[in-house]
């Protein structure tokens, strides 16, 4: 029997070895997306209790919060705003003075190289908590009445509020509603308002997780009733999410995304392989706080699960990592 000039495991010898033979290039702070909370009403930040070292921002701290994710290398943010008045149609999100427009005005004048991107979806805007604008089914005699979002409705005003973060200077947005022409309808209104360099970032294979949990928290946007089944995916799909970022690549996307992360790294593969096109993967709230819990207990070591959490979600494809754990990750690698 032959064997090849270097046998496999001579190349796990050391650790220069083993990085000459590394197949997927580091992880680097260039590569990550923090997520930024920023409440209206609050005069200091305000720790969120389910995501330890994470915190909701007023706006008078959101220009040096900025300046410090930018400082470590990190090239973006997404914003979550969180407003104090919410109704049954999410009017704050499209004011043009609301929370998040001026978190984006703020952050371009102080760090104008810091990408910003800014979520587009009604689930902090609204009374009732859902992703929509919420329709009542027909009662029956048998039944209690049934609700539903409205999707033709609710893509309206998704639009509205793209033009609104485009107007208060965004440079991405990311629609994350889920619902179906989101993208076409958000394009077609950002050119019409002669916004068309602004480059959307779809959240095109969101899955109905029970990982978003503490993320209910931080953006205090918990469904009053229900759930999201009925426009996020089935976690049991992995064609539909190929389906869906080939619709929103056809309405225009300039970077599709997987969300979770951590489950759904074969997704991310698939995706990648399949479409080549850029995309983005979101670690979300569930994934980090879970992490954080087992790190503060003694039962992992944090820095060495993170980096070879955000080292698999890299080798599966992602281009872009939205992660909570951006701000340490780019000081781990310094060390």
């Given at each position: 029997m032959s064997y090849p000039k270097i046998r496999m495991r001579d190349r796990r010898k050391d650790e220069a070895t083993r990085k000459r033979f590394r197949e997927t290039a580091q992880v680097s702070a260039s590569d990550l997306i923090m997520p930024v909370f920023v409440k209206e009403g609050i005069v200091k930040r305000k720790e969120i209790k389910s995501m330890p070292g994470i915190y909701q921002f007023p706006l008078r701290e959101v220009a040096v919060e900025a300046r410090k994710i930018y400082d470590l290398g990190i090239p973006a943010v997404i914003l979550f705003g969180i407003p104090k008045y919410k109704d049954e149609i999410g009017s704050s999100a499209y004011d043009d003075n609301g929370i998040t427009q001026?978190?984006?005005?703020?952050?371009?004048?102080?760090?104008?190289?810091?990408?910003?991107?800014?979520?587009?979806?009604?689930?902090?805007?609204?009374?009732?908590?859902?992703?929509?604008?919420?329709?009542?089914?027909?009662?029956?005699?048998?039944?209690?009445?049934?609700?539903?979002?409205?999707?033709?409705?609710?893509?309206?005003?998704?639009?509205?509020?793209?033009?609104?973060?485009?107007?208060?200077?965004?440079?991405?947005?990311?629609?994350?509603?889920?619902?179906?022409?989101?993208?076409?309808?958000?394009?077609?209104?950002?050119?019409?308002?002669?916004?068309?360099?602004?480059?959307?970032?779809?959240?095109?294979?969101?899955?109905?997780?029970?990982?978003?949990?503490?993320?209910?928290?931080?953006?205090?946007?918990?469904?009053?009733?229900?759930?999201?089944?009925?426009?996020?995916?089935?976690?049991?799909?992995?064609?539909?999410?190929?389906?869906?970022?080939?619709?929103?690549?056809?309405?225009?996307?300039?970077?599709?995304?997987?969300?979770?992360?951590?489950?759904?790294?074969?997704?991310?593969?698939?995706?990648k392989k399949e479409l080549k096109f850029p995309l983005a993967c979101y670690s979300v709230s569930g994934e980090y706080s879970m992490i954080k819990a087992a790190a503060c207990a003694g039962w992992l070591d944090e820095k060495k699960v993170v980096l070879e959490m955000l080292t698999g979600f890299k080798r599966a494809g992602a281009d872009k990592i939205i992660t909570y754990y951006a701000k340490a990750a780019a000081k781990w690698f310094k060390t």
């Open positions: 001026e978190a984006i005005r703020i952050i371009k004048k102080k760090v104008p190289m810091l990408t910003v991107i800014a979520d587009v979806c009604m689930c902090e805007y609204v009374s009732h908590g859902h992703c929509g604008v919420i329709k009542k089914k027909p009662e029956t005699s048998n039944q209690k009445p049934e609700f539903d979002v409205d999707n033709d409705e609710t893509i309206k005003i998704l639009a509205k509020i793209a033009v609104s973060y485009a107007k208060a200077g965004v440079d991405v947005v990311a629609p994350s509603a889920m619902m179906d022409g989101q993208v076409k309808a958000i394009k077609g209104a950002l050119v019409k308002n002669n916004f068309p360099k602004i480059k959307i970032m779809s959240y095109s294979s969101k899955y109905a997780s029970s990982f978003y949990g503490p993320f209910r928290d931080a953006a205090e946007s918990p469904p009053q009733f229900g759930d999201r089944k009925t426009y996020q995916m089935d976690y049991y799909n992995s064609d539909e999410a190929v389906l869906e970022a080939k619709l929103d690549i056809g309405e225009g996307a300039d970077m599709v995304m997987v969300k979770p992360a951590l489950g759904y790294q074969d997704i991310i593969y698939r995706l």
